[in-house]
């Protein structure tokens, strides 16, 4: 079994209606039930609220995959607890960053540069993702792309370093492209961006991106799984 650990923000769904009526159980807890479809995947969840945001070195240490969902709270995730997730991505756990989490202190420690976007619109455009590395394993079972009807545009340059591995790449309607899944590897640990995932969106609930998703939690957490 692989032990992952998602980890939710949990503000947009306490504060904002619509995010609750398509999040009844928080956003982490539908990617949780999502990554629980595979028999191999054991997912538990944690929030920011929670003492030590649920990331206490107990937890890290029994989890062999964490995946991160942030937005409106980066600066209120405590600098000690980022310290500590960093430390156990180096030291192997894998990390896999949703959407607006290009913006958390995580990730920003890890890769070192702004990570910002170089444009953003909310407008509930189509979006398409192209599986451009279809030897990956983390496309496997997807097709050659992923169409989401309604998405919230990110558009390029991403300012991330060089990635090891680009396995997708967004379409936008509005003419927009977007290096969408983007693969690092910090110390031991295994990192996977993966773009889609905007609150007012049902993203978590399509089944395609939950088999990402599954294939994603596979791939970052090998190692320590071949330990055990
Ligand atoms: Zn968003």
Redesign the pocket.
């Given at each position: 079994m692989i032990r992952a650990l998602v980890w939710g923000e949990n503000v947009h769904e306490q504060d904002d209606a619509e995010v609750a009526r398509l999040y009844p159980h928080g956003m982490h807890g539908c990617i949780a039930a999502g990554l629980g479809e595979d028999a191999g995947i054991q997912a538990r969840t944690a929030t920011l609220q929670e003492p030590e945001h649920g990331l206490t070195q107990d937890v890290l240490d029994a989890t062999d995959v964490l995946v991160w969902w942030g937005?409106v709270a980066h600066d209120r995730v405590d600098a000690a607890v980022v310290e500590r997730v960093h430390a156990r991505v180096l030291d192997g756990m894998g990390l896999i960053v949703l959407?607006?989490g290009h913006f958390s202190r995580i990730f920003k420690r890890l890769m070192g540069t702004a990570c910002s976007l170089g444009r953003w619109r909310?407008d509930g455009e189509r979006e398409r993702l192209w599986a451009v590395d279809p030897s990956h394993p983390i496309v496997q079972g997807v097709g050659e792309c992923i169409e989401l009807p309604q998405a919230?545009m990110y558009g390029e340059p991403f300012a991330v370093p060089k990635p090891d591995d680009v396995v997708f790449v967004s379409a936008f309607e509005g003419g927009e492209a977007f290096r969408s899944g983007l693969t690092y590897q910090r110390g031991a640990g295994r990192i996977f961006y993966f773009r889609p995932?905007?609150?007012t969106f049902p993203i978590y609930h399509d089944a395609t991106i939950r088999r990402v998703l599954k294939n994603a939690v596979k791939w970052s957490g090998w190692r320590d799984v071949s330990h055990r």
């Open positions: 937005h959407h607006s909310e919230e995932g905007h609150e």
